[in-house]
């Protein structure tokens, strides 16, 4: 029995300590099958999300103030405090105020008490509805995961077109499943390519097209390196991959029949594009789990 503990004690200090929040909110159905798919996967996980829905919201950061009201879907009552928990999971915490201050409560707070540290990687979504082009500068899903990557942890945003905003209580659904096992392969990749996960400064942007028709499982869909933006003409050349120096845009990779997930590597300081050195990196730790597009 000792020895068993003892091992088990181990394992526990071994985990990788994952951040997740969202902009959707802590009672959202994607954001909690997520931290099931992250918990089942043996990392150790704790949920900062806003309590309320704030998509839309970019990088917006405000001191959380006291709920007035109650969070969504009724799941704190009002009249609570600026931060709060699930009684019976505390890993579970909203905070009233953006994704980027849940984010920065997260860093700051949450993962010394349950971490001992910072975090070693921050998961953002799935977001509920996509994040492609110049919608990045203005979703608060991204704007957690850059929050994170400009504190110096490697962040990972995620996006699906498929699903609404709809309370945990409703799981399972047809897709948040999916979405949460994708999410999970490629942050589960990028650790295991080893420390540093991602490059300073960087987050990656992943989105995830509809679960429907053939793309109805985890199984059936493809990662694609791509760009957020289209390049501007004469701009420098992207990563050589797939026989090409130019990357397709994220919209071009999700609307592409075939159940493709398009996955770009973002500058968190002003999410665009980043030059082909740093493609390379994000590039070699994914190579195991990338496709080119038919």
């Known amino acids: 029995m000792r020895v068993a503990a003892l091992l088990l004690a181990a394992a526990s ?3 990788i300590n994952v951040l997740l929040s969202n902009d959707d909110g802590w009672a959202e ?3 909690r099958e997520q931290f099931t798919s992250l918990v089942n996967a043996g ?3 704790v949920l900062s999300a806003p309590a309320e829905n704030k998509s839309g ?3 917006t950061d405000q001191t959380p103030s006291p709920r007035t009201t ?3 879907f009724n799941s704190c009552p009002a009249g609570t405090a600026s931060e709060g928990f699930n009684a019976s999971d505390t890993r579970l915490n909203w905070v009233n105020s953006f994704p980027v201050t849940s984010v920065k409560f997260g860093i700051q707070t949450l993962s010394p008490h349950f971490f001992g540290g910072p975090p070693d990687i921050i998961v953002a979504g799935p977001n509920v509805g996509s994040n492609l082009g110049s919608t990045v500068l203005i979703s608060g899903t991204v704007g957690a995961a850059t929050e994170g990557a400009k504190e110096g942890v490697p962040s ?3 996006s699906g ?3 609404s905003q709809v309370s945990y209580t409703t799981l399972p659904t047809s897709y948040s499943g999916v979405y949460a096992a994708l999410s999970t392969t490629v942050t589960s990749t990028i650790v295991d390519s080893g420390k540093p996960f991602l490059p300073a400064g960087i987050a990656l942007n992943v989105n995830f097209p509809s679960v429907s028709g053939s793309c109805t499982t985890a199984g059936a869909f493809h990662f694609v390196l791509s760009r957020i933006n289209s390049a501007a003409s004469g701009a420098a050349a992207d990563v050589r991959t797939c026989g090409s120096t130019r990357l397709p845009t994220e919209s071009s990779v999700v609307g592409t029949s075939g159940c493709f997930v398009s996955i770009s590597v973002m500058n968190a300081t002003n999410k665009g594009d980043v030059a082909a050195a740093t493609q390379q990196v994000v590039l070699t730790k994914l ?5 080119c597009l038919p």
């Open 13 to 15: 200090t071994q985990a």
């Open 29 to 31: 159905a994607n954001v």
């Open 43 to 45: 990392f150790s996980v």
């Open 57 to 59: 919201t970019g990088s």
């Open 70 to 72: 109650p969070c969504e």
């Open 156 to 158: 990972l945003a995620f």
């Open 161 to 163: 077109s498929t699903g």
């Open 287 to 291: 190579s195991s789990i990338l496709s």
